[in-house]
């Protein structure tokens, strides 16, 4: 096991990984930016270092820092969280290259699912069923034409390089598509230095379901059971539950089941999740993060399996704590990403917090890094909190997330709460009847 782990992110999530390390007993050290000297896990670690100015390539993001705070205090191992360095195949190698473990899957793995034209080939090649499209890269009107004809209108086309929903362009008929082609082409050149693209068929309305997976290091991969993350703006996930309302004890089994071998014949190790759009009956890979997820608390609580745990054990190669036998869903579980935004605009909302006051009881958990007095820098993503609750089934579920919705007061800076509190008085949410475009539409609507 590791004697001391470098926690190199900020937030809620570096708090999350920094109580996992208390729990084993591993000492920890975290990084911060001068911008979160005063960040809650920065109060709570053992040790930390200061790696730089606010921007994020300054300090989160600045390699060369984080390995020498590794190196100045003896950190063996980097838990890189979510988002900034997590999955950087580069930074997985540098440290590897100084015997300093990351905690995650190796740069190679990175790599494959971090290209999204070689992550669906390699789907594919695992048996994982895939939206219909082209093979590789497309760059002729001609051969988009023929590929486009080929799966049916409407298609859309997304950037190889692309990430965070950016750099995807919907074609409706033929004569949409040589301008949504050229647009990709050119935004994806701009926005990731990588012009290539491809071209899916354009699924309308789709559910978001991902797996939870794991390879363990020797070989084996199971899976955790899904999520349902559909209520999205932006591309950007609000609203997750887990299991999905969606789908049956067989279908999970089965869709579970292929991932898990995936992982297992990919000779994958650490924590994963493969991303499906699942419509009438079928489930259709749009790509692997090789990573933890911002909203695999849910998970946690109908598991009760401590994921971050799981990472720590199959890095120090310990593998996992449990078979794929032992994994038992309980109940149901949703979380809400309470963001530093105005809850209809959604324009940020930084500033000091001059109240926090978070809900309690049976079935709630909380993960932010922040308190009554804490000011928001504005230099960082607005995800302020994530509120998790759990209950037996569904119905619970929802009567207890109203009631703690209520009880949850941040004062002083404007967040999304109002919207979730809204949204759990919704019919359509009550009966988990929502698809990936749902929630745009009622946030249009103004209801
Ligand atoms: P990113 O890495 O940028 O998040 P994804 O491939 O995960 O890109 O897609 C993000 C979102 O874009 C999906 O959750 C879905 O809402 C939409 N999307 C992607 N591919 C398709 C498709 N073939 N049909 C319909 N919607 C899609």
Redesign the pocket.
Known sequence: MFQKILIANRGEIALRVLRACKELGIQTVVVHSTADADAMHVRLADESVCIGPPPSRDSYLNIHQIVAACEITGADAVHPGYGFLSENAKFADILAAHNITFIGPTGDHIRVMGD?IEAKRTAKRLGIPV?P?SDGAVTEEKEAKRVAAEIGYPV?I?ASA???????K?ALTEADLEVALQTARTEAGAAFGDDAVYI?????K?R?IEVQVFGDGFGRGVHFGERD?SL?RR?QKVWEEANSPALNAEERSRIGGICAKAIADLGYSGAGTI?F?YENGEF?F??MNTRLQVEHPVTEAITGIDLVHEQIRVASGGGLSVKQEDIKFNGHAIECRINAEDPRTFTPSPGTISHFHTPGGLGIRVDSGVYSGYKIPPYYDSLIGKLIVHGRNRVECMMRLRRALDEFVVDGIKTTLPLFRDLVGNADIANGDYD?HWLEKYLAKGE
């Open positions: 999204k939206v499209g859309i997304k692309g990430g965070g929903g950016r750099g995807m919907v899916e068929k354009y699924l309308q789709p978001h993350c999205q591309h991303e759009l259709y749009i790509e990936i």
